[in-house]
């Protein structure tokens, strides 16, 4: 039998994208059989594209909105906002070429961060000590503190983060924020989903503008995708 390729039924993919007009084309180049790895044996893959749908409908579908909603999807790389009525997209996706990982990269190089830790600040690690969260901790008087840890460290960059965050939003998060104020004063319901939904303090400081916060930010496209092909 060596030689002969297993072959493996047709396969459907739902794709979200920020232009489906733009990107149709591109995309569906992607059909056809490929020859694949699967568990270290060869096979070949028949891929068809089912429906390509603008970003953000499966985050509505996810959170089962209806009517005027308009979604902000705060990613690593960018950010996008996406208005629906009644599930059909409202105009275009509006993508801006900025996400959290702007954030990461401040803060990586931000000096007291590097005197903090004695040596250069890794991204990775802080982007698991942001996921981690703030706590609180008693200062010698009693009092409560923020702390974000650093890694397993002990070292707390609090206060590294909360300067950092506000150089995020000033300088590149402000008019999406008022854009979005603006949409709220319209009718429409805001909905905050991506990585960057879960920022500590920035997470609550849209939550008081009254806009929705997604409990589940991270994965809420891919669960409207799996209820939408299901």
Not at 9 to 38: A, F, M, P, Q
Not at 42 to 67: M, R, T, Y
């Amino acid at each position: 039998m060596r030689g002969i390729i297993p072959a493996i039924d047709s396969t459907e993919v739902t794709v979200t994208t920020n232009d489906v007009k733009r990107h149709s084309v591109t995309i569906r180049k992607n059909e056809g059989t490929h020859k694949v790895e699967l568990c270290g044996v060869p096979c070949a893959i028949h891929l068809s594209v089912k429906a390509i749908l603008p970003e953000g409908f499966a985050a509505l579908k996810s959170q089962n909105l209806d009517g005027a909603v308009t979604i902000c999807d705060i990613g690593g790389g960018n950010t996008s906002i996406s208005r629906f009525f009644n599930s059909e997209l409202v105009g275009e996706v509006a993508v801006k070429d900025f996400g959290a990982e702007y954030l990461i990269e401040r803060i990586s190089c931000n000096s007291d961060l590097k005197a903090l830790i004695k040596q250069a600040p890794l991204k990775d690690v802080i982007n698991r000590s942001i996921e981690v969260g703030v706590k609180f901790r008693k200062s010698e008087s009693g009092e409560k503190i923020p702390f974000l840890a650093y890694g397993e460290s002990d070292l707390n960059f609090y206060k590294v983060y909360e300067f950092e965050l506000q150089d995020f939003i000033n300088c590149r998060l402000r008019e999406v924020i008022k854009q979005l104020e603006q949409y709220k004063l319209s009718g429409d319901q805001i909905l905050i989903i991506g990585g960057g939904s879960k920022l500590p303090l920035l997470n609550a400081a849209l939550k008081k503008k009254g806009f929705l916060i997604s409990a589940n930010g991270a994965f809420d496209n891919l669960m409207g995708l799996i209820a939408e092909v299901g």
